[in-house]
């Protein structure tokens, strides 16, 4: 009965991943800034780009820490703790994050090691992804990622940027010939002023149908941030607010999925200088 149990489960959360998120990479950690516009975010830089494009780390001038909690249909299985920290120096920007998605019978641990550095109108950077996947019944299964990414400006308007994740096709275990997923994501962002930002990407998983997302960040007063997206294959809809009191920003997402329901991401980061 046991079996049964943690292969259902397993299943469970296969079908999860697969119907939230075109991709899979929904489970990793984001920040609510990025869920609240689609996660359109490729080719906008903060410190989130730890997780979201390794590359525009190196557009950062000032270092942080950050945290985020996600929850998932009201299911506490389902919930993704994230938490990391960028360091920016004059040799480039440095970022360390870490995460855990599941429960007791399916989880996921995750150590996200990266570096970005500006060089004239880019930033390129690369990270290794330490990701330990336990299944209960089955035990545990540890694999290495790696990620590149960049993000340039074409004019003091336009940003584009690029991110590919698992580039070298690890495989979910030695005796499978299933893979990680491999993941390309492009982007525009567009900045006309520092009030609004408009986002458009697309992501492609090798094996999947493209996604296409938009996003919209617009400031409404002083310290107050309003956002909005939508995204494609699967068809979901989000909103979110942001909170900027002095060092602090403080972000808050809701994620409708037509098929599946609601999802809540909350994201705090602290400006070190």
């Not at 046991?2 to 920040?31: D, L, N, R």
């Not at 090798?206 to 960040?217: Q, W």
Request: aromatic fraction near 14%.
């Amino acid at each position: 009965m046991k079996v049964i149990f943690t292969s259902f489960m397993y299943f469970f959360h296969f079908c999860i991943s697969i119907s939230w998120a075109q991709s899979g990479m929904e489970v990793f950690p984001a920040g609510a800034r990025s869920r609240a516009m689609a996660h359109a975010q490729v080719a906008i830089a903060d410190e989130w780009s730890l997780f979201n494009n390794i590359g525009a780390i190196g557009n950062l001038k000032e270092s942080s820490i950050f945290c985020s909690y996600d929850q998932r249909l009201g299911i506490n299985d389902l919930t993704t703790l994230g938490a990391g920290a960028v360091i920016a120096s004059d040799w480039g920007n440095f970022g360390l994050g870490v995460s855990r998605y599941g429960g007791e019978v399916f989880n996921q641990q995750l150590i996200n090691v990266g570096y970005g550095h500006q060089m004239g109108i880019a930033s390129l950077g690369a990270q290794l992804i330490y990701l330990q996947t336990n299944i209960e019944g089955y035990g545990k299964r540890a694999v290495p990622l790696i990620g590149f990414g960049g993000r340039a400006a074409l004019s003091p308007e336009f940003y584009f940027g690029a991110y590919l994740f698992n580039v070298g096709r690890a495989k979910y275990g030695p005796d499978t010939d299933d893979y990680y997923p491999t993941v390309l994501q492009v982007g525009l962002a567009y900045l006309p002023e520092t009030k609004l930002s408009v986002s458009l990407e697309a992501e492609k998983d090798i094996l999947l149908p493209a996604s296409f997302k938009m996003g919209l960040e617009y400031n409404l007063v002083h310290k107050f941030w309003a956002r909005c997206g939508a995204s494609t294959a699967p068809s979901n809809f989000h909103f979110g607010l942001g909170f900027r009191p002095r060092k602090f920003k403080i972000d808050y997402a809701l994620g409708q999925n037509n098929k599946l329901g609601s999802t809540h991401h909350f994201s705090m980061s602290y400006i070190i200088h």
